[in-house]
Each structure stands twice: as structure tokens, then as C-alpha cells.
């Protein structure tokens, strides 16, 4: 998505309404854990002013990103709304907030923005509806539960260790 600057400026008194689709392949090639994106669908409106224009944009589409568990493709949606600036001109390079952005030159290109965007809604783990929970055990080791865990940890409150029996009548022994 691409805009030249000097073509905008019929959209000065009314604003820009946005309704496209736009192809972010980008994203693949700088987040290996995606395995395929679908053409975002961006809407919005910009308003104008000198040397600046301000967007509010709602991004739609869905990614295909591993499962944490199983490794299996699951489908993630992407639907977030976002306010940006881009900033052209003597105050391009006053960056006063996270969403302001430079242009340099007279065209406007927002992939580069709604790839960073989409970047950010990835999630650290994503898990497919119908996983399994695997459960392994080991002989030294195992996967429990919360309850379990809490349940296991009352029972060993209860035992004592009979190597350290010996120790416990120590600290019971008072100092005479």
C-alpha cells in the first residue's frame, strides 16, 4: 500500500476513507514461525494536514503458525485496530511517539508499518483446538497438573526423608 504525496492532497478537506486488501509476505521471511499469511484486509481513515497525515486502521486476515505441541498448522486470526502518523517534510524526523513515522521521498508506503504490526500480534505459543496433551514420565522425571502438584506437595510435607530422621531430632534437641 503506497501513496504519493502530492495525489493526497485532494483527500485534504475530507480525509481518505482505506478499504484494501494488501499482500504482506514480508513477514515470513522475517518470522520463520509463519508459515503462510492471507492478504490483510486494512480499512480505515486518514485525515491530513501539512506535512502529516494521521490513520486509524483495522487489519483483518490470518496467519498459519505452528502448534507449540504437536507442530501441526493452526489457523490464527488477526484482527486489531492501530493508529499511526506519517510524518513527511522539516518535522519528519521529530519522532514524538512509537507510532510516528517518517517519510522519506514523496510516497507514503504503509507495508512496511502493517508488517511490524502484524509481527506484534504473534502470540509466544499457539495450540491447535483438538491437541492431545502429552503427558510423558520418565523415571526421573514426570508432568503434573496444578491440583496434582499441590496434592504431592501435602503428601510430602507429611513424609521425612529417613536420612534426614536423624537431623530432625537435632533441631528438636533444645540447648541446655
Request: with cysteine; hydrophobic share 35%.
Amino acid at each position: 500500500m503506497k501513496w504519493a504525496i502530492p495525489q493526497l492532497s485532494k483527500y485534504r478537506q475530507n480525509g481518505m476513507p482505506v478499504d484494501q486488501m494488501a499482500q504482506l509476505d514480508g513477514v515470513m521471511s522475517r518470522n520463520k514461525d509463519i508459515r503462510h499469511i492471507t492478504p490483510v484486509h486494512v480499512e480505515g481513515f486518514c485525515t491530513f494536514s501539512a506535512g502529516q497525515m494521521n490513520c486509524h486502521f483495522h487489519v483483518t486476515g490470518e496467519l498459519i503458525l505452528p502448534c507449540s505441541r504437536t507442530w501441526e498448522d493452526v489457523k490464527f486470526p488477526l484482527d486489531f485496530e492501530t493508529d499511526e502518523i506519517f510524518r513527511w517534510g522539516e518535522t519528519a524526523g521529530e519522532n514524538y511517539e512509537d507510532n510516528v513515522h517518517p517519510v522519506e521521498g514523496d510516497v507514503i508506503d504503509v507495508t512496511p508499518v502493517l508488517e511490524e504490526l502484524v509481527l506484534l500480534e504473534i502470540p509466544m505459543q499457539v495450540y491447535k483446538e483438538d491437541a492431545q496433551v502429552i503427558q510423558p514420565k520418565n523415571d526421573s522425571w514426570s508432568f503434573m497438573s496444578a491440583e496434582e502438584f499441590e496434592q504431592q506437595s501435602e503428601k510430602d510435607e507429611q513424609k521425612v526423608d529417613p536420612r534426614l530422621a536423624d537431623l530432625a531430632k537435632y533441631f528438636d534437641q533444645t540447648d541446655e
